[in-house]
């Protein structure tokens, strides 16, 4: 059977993802799966909107009205969230510049997609993290007594110490660390930027166990890769995620009720770690730099949503707003009146 060629849309998305994102762009590989994951989408509407293969989809297709049409359908069948929606689209406009250097006799037609605005009104969602009793209750509910134990112990236990990444994690050899003092793990986060995180000692200590288990296990020792699953395997984010929902479903049986109204997810450990070193009285600056953020107003999103940081903030500048109120005998005077009203 003769093989159909491939069109002319399929070889310019391949030269986008393996040419033009990591070369020309020097986007991070946590960047091209995002992108990746908008162009999948994509490619499935229109080919249920054609109502052909995405094999045979052809540049034609790409129109401003079916990318319209895409956004509307991530907010109202897969109800995603604006900041997703423009995520999306952000996704897409790249695919339209690409596009337009390497098809120019088309360019109206990127261009019209390029003229597609992102919808305002994008709320920063409330961020969900792990306090310090729901941790607790996490590490207690890990059986350190088996071998997937002791791994899980240990990774979500370097998680929290250094507020890494998943997929940080994941990238971890075992070479990275420095299991002597000064204990620290070297990390390459997005950008491919390199930072060096301190550890604890409780930390090194589970590590320690952990490599000694893995080492007289399987194969995975001989790849130098940290965290592996049961097969000697390079664990996933999938594989992380089903973990701490494992564990979090545990506590939750167990009794931990505040767990179970918050959506936890492995980037929740993240934020915990953040919500803890300034609660601990960390600065944001040195946050910021153990966190590996871009800038500092990343790290800001922290303090407005911690009830306790929230508190610290305007005890700076209101001391007396939040003092408990004296007791005795209200004057029901101006003066009075406005003094007690800031004491409550």
């Given at each position: 059977?003769?093989?159909?060629?491939?069109t002319?849309?399929?070889r310019l998305?391949?030269q986008?993802f393996?040419?033009?994102?990591?070369?020309l762009?020097?986007?991070s590989?946590?960047?091209i799966?995002?992108?990746?994951d908008a162009?999948?989408?994509?490619?499935?509407?229109l080919?249920?909107?054609?109502?052909?293969r995405?094999?045979?989809l052809?540049?034609?297709e790409?129109?401003s009205?079916?990318?319209e049409?895409?956004l509307?359908?991530?907010?109202?069948?897969r109800?995603n969230?604006?900041?997703?929606?423009?995520?999306r689209?952000?996704a897409?406009?790249t695919?339209?510049?690409?596009?337009?250097?390497?098809?120019?006799?088309?360019?109206?037609?990127?261009?019209?997609?390029?003229?597609?605005?992102?919808?305002?009104?994008?709320?920063?969602?409330?961020?969900?993290?792990?306090?310090?009793h729901?941790?607790?209750?996490?590490?207690?509910?890990?059986?350190?007594k088996?071998?997937?134990?002791?791994?899980?112990?240990?990774?979500f236990?370097?998680?929290?110490?250094?507020?890494?990444?998943v997929q940080?994690?994941?990238n971890?050899?075992?070479?990275?660390?420095?299991?002597?003092p000064?204990?620290?793990?070297?990390?390459?986060?997005k950008?491919?930027?390199?930072?060096?995180c301190p550890?604890?000692?409780s930390?090194?200590?589970?590590?320690?166990?952990?490599?000694?288990?893995?080492s007289?296990?399987?194969?995975?020792?001989?790849?130098?890769?940290?965290f592996?699953?049961?097969n000697?395997g390079p664990?996933?984010?999938?594989?992380v995620?089903?973990l701490?929902?494992k564990?979090?479903?545990?506590?939750g049986?167990?009794?931990v009720?505040?767990?179970r109204?918050?959506?936890?997810?492995?980037?929740?450990?993240?934020?915990?770690?953040?919500?803890?070193?300034?609660?601990?009285?960390?600065d944001?600056?040195?946050t910021s730099?153990?966190?590996?953020?871009?800038?500092?107003?990343?790290?800001?999103r922290?303090?407005?949503?911690?009830?306790?940081l929230?508190?610290?903030?305007?005890?700076?500048?209101?001391?007396?707003?939040i003092?408990p109120?004296k007791?005795?005998?209200l004057r029901?005077?101006?003066?009075?009146?406005t003094?007690?009203?800031?004491?409550?």
């Amino acid at each position: 059977m003769k093989k159909s060629a491939s069109t002319e849309l399929a070889r310019l998305i391949q030269q986008f993802f393996e040419e033009y994102l990591p070369a020309l762009r020097g986007m991070s590989t946590h960047t091209i799966r995002s992108y990746r994951d908008a162009v999948v989408l994509f490619l499935h509407f229109l080919a249920r909107h054609t109502r052909q293969r995405i094999e045979r989809l052809e540049l034609i297709e790409l129109t401003s009205n079916r990318i319209e049409k895409f956004l509307l359908a991530l907010e109202t069948e897969r109800h995603n969230s604006i900041t997703t929606r423009n995520t999306r689209l952000a996704a897409l406009h790249t695919l339209a510049r690409f596009l337009a250097s390497q098809r120019p006799q088309s360019l109206a037609q990127w261009q019209t997609i390029l003229g597609i605005p992102f919808k305002r009104g994008a709320r920063e969602a409330p961020i969900d993290y792990f306090e310090r009793h729901e941790l607790n209750a996490l590490f207690k509910s890990i059986d350190r007594k088996s071998r997937g134990g002791v791994r899980d112990y240990a990774l979500f236990a370097l998680m929290f110490n250094t507020g890494a990444r998943v997929q940080e994690m994941l990238n971890l050899n075992i070479q990275d660390l420095r299991l002597e003092p000064p204990y620290q793990v070297r990390l390459r986060g997005k950008g491919n930027k390199l930072r060096l995180c301190p550890l604890w000692p409780s930390t090194v200590k589970c590590l320690k166990a952990h490599i000694e288990q893995q080492s007289s296990n399987q194969s995975a020792t001989h790849t130098g890769r940290l965290f592996s699953n049961r097969n000697g395997g390079p664990l996933t984010r999938f594989g992380v995620r089903y973990l701490l929902r494992k564990y979090v479903a545990a506590v939750g049986a167990k009794g931990v009720s505040t767990i179970r109204n918050k959506r936890l997810h492995p980037h929740s450990i993240r934020h915990g770690t953040a919500i803890a070193l300034l609660k601990s009285g960390v600065d944001f600056a040195t946050t910021s730099q153990w966190l590996g953020h871009s800038t500092l107003n990343v790290t800001m999103r922290y303090a407005r949503s911690d009830l306790d940081l929230k508190r610290a903030a305007l005890s700076q500048v209101f001391p007396d707003a939040i003092a408990p109120p004296k007791a005795g005998h209200l004057r029901i005077d101006g003066a009075e009146l406005t003094n007690w009203l800031r004491r409550l």
